[in-house]
């Protein structure tokens, strides 16, 4: 499935519903969520992590109360801000592909 566009929309979602959390279980409940539907591989998920991080809307620290130190990343007030945006335009989307598609659209592809 290709998420151009939308990757980012996904990570900051799962960044405010699970909180703080490592890289891995990061991919692990989106896969979990989506039903599988988003199974997505380390080297997809960590460089948009990256950026995200750079642009200040993904926060990191190190954790080390594991028995391996790893990298834990939360959504910072501007993630919280720009996912409210990205959550409003994915909204006029699907309005958009309804109406030309049908209400039934769903049931149709799904």
Do not use: C
């Amino acid at each position: 499935m290709d998420l151009r566009g939308h990757l980012d929309l996904l990570l900051l979602a799962t960044l405010r519903d699970d909180g703080p959390v490592h890289g891995y279980a990061l991919i692990a409940s989106l896969r979990e969520r989506s039903l599988g539907a988003f199974d997505l591989p380390e080297g997809t998920v960590y460089p948009a992590l990256y950026r995200l991080e750079r642009d200040g809307l993904v926060g990191s620290e190190w954790d080390a109360s594991a028995a391996r130190r790893r990298r834990v990343y939360s959504l910072t007030p501007a993630g919280a801000s720009v996912l409210a945006a990205k959550r409003r335009d994915w909204g006029d989307f699907v309005r958009g592909m309804r109406a030309v598609l049908g209400s039934g659209a769903a049931e149709e592809f799904g």
